[in-house]
């Protein structure tokens, strides 16, 4: 995870007792919070309470394509989104993942077959999932 985080990120702590307005600022309300901003200053993904390695991981991942997406940088979002389905395809992260996968393909290609796909992936893969029924209007 440290690796991930290294490579992808530039963390940033603020303590609750000692940065009170800080963490007000970010409407941060339990700790843990972890923010993945994009470069702008908008929030893409927030991540709140205590995961597990490997859900924390797909939710970093995650939190990742969100923010490539938010730049309109639809290939490389999507790549990240495609990875959090293959390589954490248990976590929680991964029907929504998948969802944005298909979003961030149609946005990079104008082809409304990807939704359709995605769609059909979503209903094969997590059928009762939040992320198949917001997707099944592209069946």
Do not use: C
């Amino acid at each position: 995870m440290v690796d991930f985080i290294s490579t992808h990120f530039i963390p940033a702590k603020i303590h609750i007792k000692e940065q009170p307005q800080t963490f007000k600022r970010f409407g941060a309300q339990w700790t843990p919070t972890l923010l993945i901003m994009a470069p702008n200053g908008e929030e893409a993904h927030r991540i709140e309470g205590f995961l597990g390695v490997d859900d924390m991981l797909a939710q970093l991942q995650l939190g990742l394509g969100k923010a490539l997406f938010k730049m309109e940088k639809y290939a490389e979002a999507e790549k990240h989104f495609r990875a959090v389905v293959e390589k954490s395809p248990k976590t929680e992260a991964a029907p929504q993942a998948l969802y944005w996968a298909g979003v961030a393909a149609y946005k990079g290609t104008n082809d409304p077959g990807k939704l359709k796909e995605t769609a059909k992936a979503e209903q094969q893969k997590y059928p009762d999932s939040e992320w198949a029924k917001k997707a099944s209007v592209w069946a």
